[in-house]
């Protein structure tokens, strides 16, 4: 092996040594719980701490349910906004004054998370709560929107407030990739006659894998936000389609409870296969990706 | 009538002026070759008869460019472009669309066919651009598998198929093998008889074999246009003289 080789090595020993010895930890961690109750504990839904260990029994799947419930909203409402705030910036506006639109997206992209926390508690639960009322009222008779007594801290809050966070996120993303179409293309599009419209959409069609590797990105960003969420999601071991039902997500359970986990005997153990849950939602969803791409014949 | 009539023509990227008021009387059904050295203008003056040249930003056009009479400032840009098809320097047909699609869209979006009658368009360009025989088997295969040479023919089926009035081609050879430039160089002798073809070439020789009428730019001014064998046979200008033998360029 020639010095150049070695002399990498350390980096990419590092990265993957450390991928390798979390999974190991988090699965060595998770066995006591799997011996108890076994893989019961990701498809049910009980949470019962007990100072008996015979008598505890942990089930996360509202958890899961709630994970991928509040990130999938988020992606839903982030996607058409992010394609259009990437367009818009790339496309629409001079290049002189492109920068002030870029500096403050790419801002929000990194503040701290807590701040979209504290403003999800104040002013979008207490905003959305009226939406909910309103549409509740209307349209309870539909399992999306029926949720006895909604108060506001719901799925719905959740996702709304991740789509803002990973907004920022995906739009740099996006608008990156959109401005690296070589110009040739460009040129080829507008000298067919098409509207900006037509053409825009063969430009996004060009740059799908971006798109796709954006979304899954911001995917898992969702997936992994934990304070914000768990501060307007309502912490409920909750499954319910409806919206406005409140519910948890995996890592808001983690935050919420480790602190007293350490005083039940099963319960670090639950937590630990929850995080393996997390893990390998991201996992999936990765590997989804790839395989999207690759169907597309990209990667 | 002359299929395209430029008077006083004035272009300027911000502080830089490249043409310089050029005037350009270009007859139908013609191959119209507009050569001259690297930087001249003459990519530009290709760009503006389309209004390619406005997806710059910066850019200030002065003097006015008739198409068939109808000025091309006046009319709707989407018909302008679909009335005067654009062949490139690199061939860029999209890679990840297969060949079908990549005549097909545009032809979608533009209106002019409808079902399966988009079917008949694309094989109808890919004929005129003489690719039917290469590609007629796998026309679902994405278009970043053809060579070069095929590339450029699609691009040129992408633009016959909207049914052009003009069709321009800037430096169409520029990139291929010498194999592939002859191929698109005998299209070109068949296309001049039924479209007006517009050709911008740094090559004389290029001109010579293609064009009927040659317009040599040269610093952002025409410096003498004609009827090729006047151009390179009697050049009634030293620069023009210098030029088509070599000593410019």
């Known amino acids: 092996m020639d010095k150049f080789k070695i002399f990498l090595m350390p980096s990419v020993c590092t990265v993957f040594g450390i991928i390798i010895l979390m999974l190991l930890v988090f699965t060595l961690n998770s066995i006591a719980v799997f011996k108890q109750e076994g893989f019961a504990i990701y498809t049910t839904n009980i949470w019962k701490a007990s100072e008996v260990a015979e008598e505890e029994y942990y089930g996360i799947l509202a958890a899961i349910y709630g994970t991928i419930y509040t990130s999938t909203i988020a992606i839903l409402i982030s996607l058409p906004i992010s394609i259009g705030l990437a367009i818009f910036v790339s496309d629409l506006i001079p290049k002189k004054i492109r920068e002030f639109f870029i500096i403050p997206i790419d801002v929000m992209a990194g503040l701290p998370t807590i701040l979209y926390g504290i403003w999800g508690v104040f002013i979008l639960v207490p905003s959305i709560s009226g939406i909910i009322k309103f549409f509740y009222e209307r349209l309870f008779f539909i399992p999306l929107f029926s949720y006895y007594n909604p108060t506001g801290f719901s799925y719905l809050s959740a996702g709304v407030l991740l789509a803002i966070m990973i907004t920022p996120f995906a739009t740099s993303l996006i608008r990156e990739s959109y401005l690296a179409i070589p110009n040739i293309y460009r040129e080829a599009v507008y000298s067919l006659g098409l509207t900006r419209y037509e053409a825009t959409k063969i430009l996004l069609s060009y740059i799908k894998p971006a798109i796709v590797a954006g979304l899954l990105l911001a995917f898992g960003r969702a997936v992994g936000e934990t304070v914000a969420v768990s501060l307007v999601i309502g912490n409920a071991f909750n499954i319910h389609p409806s919206l406005f039902a409140p519910g948890y997500t995996i890592s808001s359970l983690i935050a919420n409870q480790f602190g007293n986990a350490f005083a039940y005997e099963l319960m670090p153990s639950a937590l630990f296969s929850a995080g393996l849950a997390l893990f390998s939602i991201g996992l999936i969803v990765n590997f989804a990706g790839l395989i999207i791409l690759k169907r597309w014949g990209y990667a | ?249």
Not at chain 2, 102 to 119: H, L, P, Q, R, S
Request: glycine share 6%; net charge neutral.
């Open chain 2, 1 to 249: 009538m002359n299929a395209v009539e430029i008077e006083g023509l004035r272009v300027r990227y911000q502080d830089l002026e490249v043409l310089k008021g050029v005037d350009l009387d270009i007859p139908a059904k013609v191959c119209f070759a507009i050569m001259g050295p690297s930087g001249c203008g003459k990519s530009t003056l290709l760009k503006t008869m389309n209004r390619l040249i406005e997806l710059n930003e910066g850019v200030k056009i002065e003097g006015e460019i008739r198409l068939f009479g109808e000025s091309i400032f006046k009319v709707d840009v989407t018909r302008l472009r679909r009335e005067v098809g654009m062949v490139f320097q690199h061939p860029n047909p999209f890679p990840h669309m297969s060949i079908y699609d990549n005549v097909a869209f545009a032809v979608k979006c533009n209106g002019i066919a409808k079902g399966k009658e988009i079917d008949r368009v694309v094989e109808w360009a890919l004929k005129k651009a003489a690719l039917w025989e290469e590609v007629k088997e796998r026309l679902k295969n994405k278009a970043n598998q053809l060579s070069g040479g095929q590339m450029q023919r699609l691009c040129i089926a992408r633009a016959l198929a909207l049914k052009p009035k003009v069709l321009l081609m800037d430096e169409p050879t520029a990139n291929l093998d010498p194999i592939a430039a002859n191929k698109i160089e005998d299209l070109i002798q068949e296309l001049k008889k039924e479209y007006t073809i517009v050709i911008v070439t740094h090559s004389p020789a290029q001109a010579a074999r293609v064009a009927e009428y040659v317009a040599f730019l040269y610093m952002g001014r025409v410096i003498e246009v004609g009827e090729v064998n006047e151009i390179f046979e009697r050049p009634k200008n030293e620069l023009t003289e210098k030029y088509v033998t070599g000593r410019i360029g």
